[in-house]
């Protein structure tokens, strides 16, 4: 009854691609329809082979997950949301999860969570940066996971995650050593430049294409820490 869709947008910050997951059959739920990509909006409409959606599902408004959305709208009728939806596989329950953005939103399915980018699918980190992103709130995101207790954690990016508990733990300890490094990087560097302290923290070998994600990252930190 759980589809996925891999979207051709590989990348550092999307790993091997946004995942689009449709949940039933008769009557599905396409969660995060991905970017505009023709090849991809027509690998959604091959799998859906006719069927209405019940609603298209976003987790949150960044392009890779949500700009096919209003065009898979109009070619299916479907409505776009960030709430609740009824399929021929079961109810789908939204739970608000902010942090990485205010408006990001899990979806709830049986004893199943799709997390869009509160977690990825690989390493122990995702990004929470400002202005969208706020540490305090995706401290609280995970929290909530920790609460709802689900089987497994589908990611838009990467593999399912079969630990969620054990994740969970993972991601706030990884975060909590970064607040710790930014204080020390901070008392050693006697600065809160977040260009000064991203060197200080990340070294010299830091990808090019993440410096950018590691400084907001650290900025974030910053407002954290006031
Ligand atoms: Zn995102």
Request: aromatic share 4%; with cysteine; charged share 20%.
């Amino acid at each position: 009854m759980l589809r996925t869709l891999l979207a051709p947008n590989p990348s550092p910050m999307t790993l091997d691609g946004t995942r689009t997951f449709l949940v039933g059959h008769g009557c599905p739920a396409v969660i995060d329809p991905g970017p505009d990509d023709p090849r991809h909006l027509q690998a959604i409409l091959d799998a859906l082979a006719g069927a209405r959606p019940a609603a298209i599902l976003l987790t949150h408004s960044h392009p890779d997950h949500g700009a096919l959305a209003a065009t898979l709208s109009q070619r299916t009728g479907s409505p776009v949301t960030q709430g609740d939806a009824e399929t021929d596989a079961g109810a789908i329950r939204a739970i608000a999860t902010p942090g990485h953005t205010p408006d990001h939103v899990c979806f709830l399915w049986l004893d199943t969570l799709f997390v869009g980018d509160l977690f990825m699918g690989e390493g122990d980190t995702t990004l929470v940066a400002p202005p969208e992103g706020d540490l305090r709130a995706y401290l609280g995101s995970l929290e909530r996971v920790r609460e709802l207790a689900p089987r497994v954690l589908y990611p838009a990016h990467g593999p399912p995650i079969t630990d969620p508990l054990q994740a969970v733990g993972r991601y706030r300890r990884h975060r909590e050593e970064r607040v710790q490094q930014v204080r020390d990087a901070m008392r050693r560097t006697r600065s809160s430049d977040p260009a000064v302290l991203v060197r200080s923290v990340y070294g010299p070998h830091l990808h090019p294409g993440l410096r950018s994600a590691a400084e907001g990252s650290v900025r974030a930190i910053l407002d954290y820490l006031r």
